[in-house]
């Protein structure tokens, strides 16, 4: 199955239907309950976890495609465009935290660590590992899962403790499994994760490289420094990626005219927004946007091929 172009491509909340809110802060069920085999290309308002502890399948994440056979995590965080297609044989389990969710363990780790755990911007959001870090894992879910369906005053409190657990096993495993050097220090990377942050808060309006070594009290040359040493690139290009991200997903799935696009992206002049796209990208985004919808192979900045 292949990604299709939708131009209504639903957004969905924690229980799948966009106007019910989830009244516990977690939800977790295994594949049965969720039946979630076959997914249509969709967004959703909260992260989520999709855990296979076997089978096979693939998922289309942003535009990009990952094939996966035994052990894996897929770990998306809102508005990140998914569609997946996985075998009748494959066993695990999803779980949704909506935003709140974070701001529930005041501890000073906690919040920032725990979502991390999502930080795509310079990582795939798949994971694959052995058969060991799979029944840890497994055991941890499990023990959400649970928890999330018994009583008691302390309900909340266990359900909550157990999925931090869970997290904290992701977030070490992704550091374990993660390609960046570990030998930078601890302010290096703290920054670099507060650059991505800030652009995830202002690439809309933000484009040039000067403006966040400014927020980050720091100069244009020690930003270079930090990402090319933690993502090997320079901090203007892991601005345009971000923009031509959004770009994609507007003129993939989206119904907004170019001018328009290119207005919510932070461009006053349509034309310098074709010009951009087209130098990136190869392709005037009219031809991106119909291309996707014929179906054709489309070549994605930074990505490979969709």
């Known amino acids: ?14 229980t799948g239907e966009p106007a019910t809110p989830m009244p516990d802060d977690v939800y977790v069920a295994c594949f049965e309950q969720a039946n979630i085999r076959q997914l249509s290309p969709h967004r959703r308002t909260f992260y989520q976890v999709i855990f296979f502890r076997e089978g096979y399948g693939t998922q289309w994440v942003d535009f990009q495609e990952y094939t996966f056979n035994g052990p894996t995590l897929i ?3 809102p508005n990140q465009v998914h569609q997946m297609d996985i075998n009748t044989d494959a066993r695990g389990h999803i779980l949704m935290l909506p935003e709140r969710f974070f701001a529930l363990d005041s501890g000073p780790e906690s919040a920032f660590v725990l979502k991390d ?12 590992f052995g058969h060991a870090a799979a029944t840890a894992l497994d055991a941890s879910i499990r023990q959400i ?6 009583d008691g005053s302390m309900r909340k409190l266990i359900l909550l403790s157990y999925v931090k657990i869970f997290l ?21 990377r703290q920054q670099f994760r507060q650059f991505k942050i800030l652009i995830e808060q202002h690439y809309r309006t933000l484009h040039l490289p000067h403006d966040y070594a400014a927020q980050l009290h720091i100069s244009l040359k020690q930003l270079n420094l930090l990402t090319r040493k933690y993502a090997f690139s320079s901090a203007g290009d ?4 971000r923009i031509l991200l959004e770009a994609q997903r507007y003129l993939y799935h989206g119904v ?3 001018k328009e696009i290119s207005h919510q992206l932070g461009f006053e002049d349509p034309a310098y927004f074709n010009r951009f796209f087209k130098r990136e990208m190869k392709i005037p985004p009219y031809q991106f946007r119909k291309m996707a919808g014929n179906n054709q ?8 091929l969709l």
């Open 117 to 128: 755990v999502f930080d795509n911007t310079d990582r795939i959001p798949f994971l694959q």
């Open 238 to 241: 892991l601005i345009k990626q």
């Open 168 to 188: 904290l096993q992701a977030y070490q495993l992704r550091e374990t499994l993660s390609t960046i050097s570990e030998t930078g220090s601890h302010t290096g």
């Open 256 to 258: 907004l005219t170019v």
């Open 297 to 304: 192979r489309i070549a994605i900045a930074g990505k490979g």
């Open 75 to 77: 770990l998306l965080s």
């Open 145 to 150: 899962q649970r928890s999330f369906q018994a």
């Open 1 to 14: 199955m292949k990604m299709t172009a939708d131009t209504s491509i639903p957004v969905y909340t924690e």
